[in-house]
């Protein structure tokens, strides 16, 4: 599986972006499906996942109510829309496929895609 992430930019503090993973194969259904970011200096943390299915979602702490992810198996794309950017948001965020929600979660990621930088100003 490859994976593309785009639709990062720069957006002001509490504007919105939505970015877009494009996946390539048959069995994009078959994958949960996350999003992870990664900050300058800093480690590259969880951000949200869903299942293969997309019936289930599960986010990190500080997104919750912010930040949806969803995605469209017809299409072989997964979304991250992100609502009310903070500036501690600014990151360049990466797409990821695993087997299961669960290994999403715990970072057990079978394929990464390349990052799309997200800037949030203040």
């Known amino acids: 599986v490859q994976l593309q992430a785009s639709g990062g930019g720069l957006v002001q503090a509490g504007g919105s972006l939505r970015l877009s993973c494009a996946a390539s194969?048959?069995?994009?259904?078959?994958?949960?499906m996350g999003w992870f970011r990664q900050a300058p200096g800093k480690e590259r943390e969880f951000v949200g996942a869903?299942?293969?299915?997309?019936?289930?979602?599960y986010y990190e702490d500080s997104v919750k109510g912010r930040f949806t992810i969803s995605r469209d198996n017809a299409k072989n794309t997964l979304y991250l829309q992100m609502n009310s950017l903070k500036p501690e948001d600014t990151a360049l965020y990466y797409c990821?496929?695993?087997?299961?929600?669960?290994?999403?979660?715990?970072?057990?990621?079978?394929?990464w895609g390349q990052g799309t930088q997200v800037t949030v100003s203040s």
């Open positions: 194969g048959r069995t994009f259904r078959s994958y949960a």
């Open positions: 990821a496929a695993a087997s299961t929600l669960h290994a999403i979660v715990t970072i057990e990621v079978l394929y």
């Open positions: 869903i299942n293969g299915g997309g019936s289930s979602a």
